[in-house]
């Protein structure tokens, strides 16, 4: 599956969990591990999982797809689904603010979403 379609449909999952200020920044310049970064915030460590864990059932089922690694699904503060040319974040805000992905990765172009989230 081409990386930015694979990109949009889990922003779509992620908003059936109903996870909130979704960003999609495009890396391809600028990294050479991934292609996009998908950043997503959840309301509570429960949140955070059912996002991450909507994600990765979804792409199981219907692409035959699994993560190369997850990183934080127990704890539900910071998940991390590394999919090589998708790597998908889902953090409670506050962990996200804390981290600042955005400010690390300011030079990566946004990619517009057409669906939009409710706060």
Do not use: C
């Not at 449909?9 to 990294?31: H, I, M, P």
């Not at 603010?97 to 300011?106: A, I, K, V």
């Amino acid at each position: 599956m081409q990386a930015k379609k694979f990109a949009l449909q889990a922003v779509e999952l992620a908003l059936d969990k109903k996870g909130f200020n979704l960003k999609l920044l495009e890396v391809t310049e600028l990294s050479s591990l991934t292609d996009y970064l998908l950043l997503i915030s959840g309301r509570s460590d429960r949140q955070v999982q059912a996002i991450a864990e909507n994600i990765k059932i979804e792409f199981k089922n219907q692409h035959q797809e699994l993560p190369l690694a997850i990183e934080g699904m127990n704890q539900g503060r910071w998940v991390l689904l590394d999919y090589g040319s998708v790597m998908v974040h889902v953090f409670q805000e506050q962990v996200r603010q804390f981290y600042d992905l955005e400010g690390l990765w300011s030079e990566a172009p946004e990619v517009e979403l057409e669906r939009v989230d409710a706060e």
